[in-house]
């Protein structure tokens, strides 16, 4: 427990709102409970993601990443608002249907930082978005913002798992009520049943060998050929979809909806066998889309048209 600084939850909470967080929630900052992560590691379900097998000392401990850090901050973001598919064959997951996440909730998180700096000038603070290597659904858990799913994603009783998720890690104290959500999935099966190529397993673990958005953005090698990608040429929602939480989940109003124009007007050209380089450009300065080269997606549009019915190649 930190000493010295410490802070009222309200105010950490009035501050996500102000930058349109949905939630948000604190924890004492301990070592990470159990070894699900190495085990899921063991069986090689990270496939080509060797960058996971690093730094595993701080993600079970993430004080190394700052050792006078006491408390983590989770928040959290819904993008449950209208997604486009423009009536294309082809799909783009709704995370990429914005502006990169990465950036703007990094952003919002530093302009938390800053206010909490306004009153506590001793603050060490250390934003984080899917940047470090931080177990980032299981410290939402531990936070009480909702419980991981048989498809390994934070669902949550208001906003579904349709959420992006930042921490603070930061050497603050506050008096954050203990939450605590028991797991809502109970029989439930439909995320498992919508995988196309069975990638959910047991105990709420992926094998990404088997998963589309894996294929599709961390494979940096083309697509099997025998591989079902359910048309999609960056990222899945199939499983998303299917989560009865997603459906009754409170929706947002629309955001960014110049890169939803962006994202139509490329799966049009795709369909039309126009998508060129210039297209590819534009779109990844926008959205998430930039984690992958303009090669991949072409591998990943052709790896969709060996299962769609005939089309032209593209070049
Ligand atoms: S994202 Fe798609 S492929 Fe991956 S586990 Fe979910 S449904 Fe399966
Ligand atoms: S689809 Fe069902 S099992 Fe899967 S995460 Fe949602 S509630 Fe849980």
Redesign the pocket.
């Given at each position: 427990m930190c000493k010295k600084n410490f802070i009222n939850f309200d105010k950490i909470r009035d501050l996500a709102f102000e930058q349109g967080f949905c939630d948000v929630g604190a924890t004492e900052l301990d070592k990470v409970e159990g070894d699900f992560f190495e085990q899921w590691l063991a069986k090689g379900y990270n496939a080509s993601m060797q960058y996971m097998e690093n730094y595993l000392d701080l993600r079970k401990d993430p004080r190394l990443l700052s050792p006078d850090s006491c408390t983590m901050f989770c928040f959290l973001m819904s993008y449950n608002d209208e997604r486009v598919d423009n009536n294309s064959q082809y799909k783009i997951a709704s995370y990429a249907q914005r502006k990169d996440y990465h950036y703007t909730i990094k952003e919002k998180l530093r302009n938390i930082i800053s206010k909490i700096e306004e009153n506590i000038p001793s603050l060490q603070a250390i934003a984080f978005v899917d940047s470090a290597p931080i177990l980032e659904r299981y410290w939402a858990e531990k936070c009480g913002l909702g419980w991981k799913g048989k498809?390994s994603l934070l669902v949550t009783k208001e906003f579904g798992s349709k959420v992006f998720i930042g921490e603070i890690l930061c050497n603050i104290s506050t008096d954050y009520p203990e939450r605590t959500i028991n797991n809502h999935c109970g029989t439930c099966t439909r995320?498992i049943d919508?995988?196309?190529?069975r990638?959910?397993k047991e105990n709420k673990e992926?094998d990404c060998n088997?998963?589309?958005?894996y294929q599709t953005i961390e494979n940096k090698e083309p697509i099997p050929n025998s591989f079902n990608t359910n048309n999609y040429i960056y990222g899945?929602?199939?499983?998303l979809e299917a989560c009865p939480w997603n459906k009754k989940a409170k929706k947002i109003p629309n955001q960014d909806t110049e890169v939803k124009e962006l994202v139509c007007t490329t799966l049009e050209k795709i369909e039309q066998n126009k998508f060129e380089k210039g297209d590819f450009n534009k779109l990844k300065k926008q959205s998430p889309i930039n984690r992958i080269k303009y090669e991949k997606l072409l591998s990943n549009i052709q790896a969709c048209r060996t299962t769609l019915p005939s089309q032209p190649e593209q070049h």
């Open positions: 498809n995320c919508s995988c196309p190529n990638a959910i992926i088997l998963c589309i958005s899945c929602d199939l499983c």
